[in-house]
């Protein structure tokens, strides 16, 4: 039998390749690392923090029927607050309880779950309480499960604008030069790698609906969309995309207005389904604390008036493009989409900044125990598209080609070691300074002197408002 090379080159794509490369380095990691296996109860490395949160819903309405927590306050032994379910006390309601996060991600880990849970109940020797070994694990596979689907749709995204090799490019470098990858491989249940889809199915139904304005484009917009927010409220700047993706002047600024109120059935099936999504929580909210809309982080405020969009973007401690440099290019491909496809230029030119403003606002702008700039990693489905723009770009001479491959790929490398850097503590989870990042930069594990060099924030003041 005779292989036909010509049919073989001629089907083969190199963004085809990228995309099995990435569904193959999630899935070594994730039987690499085993956060599974890692610990049990309180060191448990999946079930943690604010996963404990986001998954609370799902034991409590599936496995122990309360939904009010009474059965984890009452049992504080096993559900204490170094474990496993961290009830909120309702201030104006005496022996009521919330949880702090909303249930946005228990409809994305719900699959899994019940995978999870029939699986521990009738196939193994693990119990079948809602935190065993089955659950941890199949909330990792729901992370890679969603991350490799998020990438499909972005590469068939990507490919209606630009050619395979600079899509090809462009998924690598979304995956293993950013963030993403760490919080897809070693935090896989946080929710910035479901938001990353997430923000990658919004724009894909965003574009469909505006290129063919069918109601089904619509209902994708809600849902997503109402997840998206239900996920994390301050991302409703998503709402953006669909109102300004190919807007190239005020003249299609104003057919745009004008084509979504000739199709208000449009508008009003994004809001219905929307607020479908919503409604669950906002139902939680008044059976348990009186309130339809009930504010859980209580000391925890946004200081508009002091943001610190400096440090967020350029600061040791947690700056995005200290840590995730590569994305420098996306933002100057925000600059040359403006003269070579001006489609992609004013959604991005006004999305960033405003997000830029209201994520680096918030009293904790460094979010916490988090390797690089957490809250930028779904913007990543959108940069997708600007450095596109900056690839295709560059690409157009040999010299271009050539010198921007090793610089990605210096910077993909750099992202790496960064990421095995955080892993085994050189890089501190909060505490960086310019001092502790230079002395162990060639060391994967801490030097001499890189612990002296620590700056452990204050968070006391910080939720006052006060710099720290």
Not at 185 to 197: C, G, R
Not at 231 to 239: D, G, M
Not at 284 to 291: A, E, L, P, T, V
């Amino acid at each position: 039998m005779r292989f036909n090379w010509e049919y073989i080159k001629k089907k083969f794509s190199w963004s085809g390749l990228s995309l099995l490369i990435i569904a193959v380095a999630l899935i070594w990691s994730m039987f690499n690392i085993k956060l599974w296996k890692v610990g049990e109860k309180c060191t448990r490395a999946v079930i943690n923090q604010d996963v404990s949160n986001y998954y609370a819903y799902l034991p409590a309405a599936f496995i122990y029927k309360d939904l009010s927590f009474q059965f984890a306050v009452k049992d504080a032994q096993k559900f204490g607050a170094d474990c496993m379910i961290w009830p909120v006390p309702v201030e104006d309601k005496e022996d009521a309880y919330v949880i702090k996060m909303s249930m946005g991600l228990s409809y994305m880990y719900l699959p899994f779950f019940l995978m999870a849970h029939g699986y521990a109940y009738y196939l193994s020797d693990y119990p079948a309480d809602g935190f065993s070994r089955p659950y941890e694990f199949f909330l990792v596979l729901s992370s890679v499960f969603y991350l490799i689907l998020g990438f499909y749709f972005l590469r068939t995204m990507l490919l209606k604008y630009f050619k395979d090799g600079v899509v090809a490019a462009v998924l690598l470098i979304t995956l293993f030069g950013t963030n993403l990858y760490y919080y897809g491989s070693t935090e896989p249940a946080m929710s910035h790698a479901y938001s990353f889809t997430l923000y990658v199915l919004f724009a894909y139904f965003s574009i469909l609906w505006i290129e063919k304005g069918s109601w089904k484009f619509s209902l994708g917009i809600g849902l997503i969309g109402g997840l998206i927010v239900l996920i994390r409220p301050v991302n409703i700047l998503v709402f953006v995309f669909p109102l300004l993706f190919d807007v190239k002047s005020l003249e299609d600024l104003k057919e745009r207005f004008k084509f979504a109120f000739s199709n208000y059935i449009h508008l009003l099936i994004i809001a219905l389904s929307g607020f479908i999504i919503l409604f669950p929580q906002l139902l939680f909210w008044k059976i348990n604390s009186g309130h339809w809309v009930y504010y859980s982080y209580s000391d925890e405020h946004f200081f508009f008036n002091n943001p610190h969009i400096l440090d967020g973007l350029f600061s040791y401690r947690k700056g995005w493009l200290v840590y995730t440099p590569i994305m420098i290019f996306a933002l100057i491909g925000v600059l040359i989409s403006y003269f070579k496809s001006r489609k992609f230029f004013w959604p991005l030119f006004i999305f960033l900044p405003i997000h830029f403003y209201v994520i680096f606002s918030w009293w904790c702008w460094w979010y916490g125990g988090s390797f690089g700039s957490r809250p930028m990693i779904e913007t990543y489905a959108f940069l997708a598209f600007p450095l596109a723009v900056f690839i295709s770009y560059i690409s157009k001479h040999w010299a271009g080609i050539v010198s921007f491959s090793l610089v990605a790929i210096l910077l993909t490398g750099l992202n790496l070691f960064q990421t095995a850097r955080y892993r085994y503590g050189s890089i501190h989870y909060h505490g960086m300074t310019k001092e502790s990042y230079w002395i162990n930069f060639w060391d994967r594990d801490p030097v001499p002197g890189y612990w002296e060099s620590i700056k452990e924030p204050d968070y006391d003041k910080a939720k006052k408002g006060i710099d720290t």
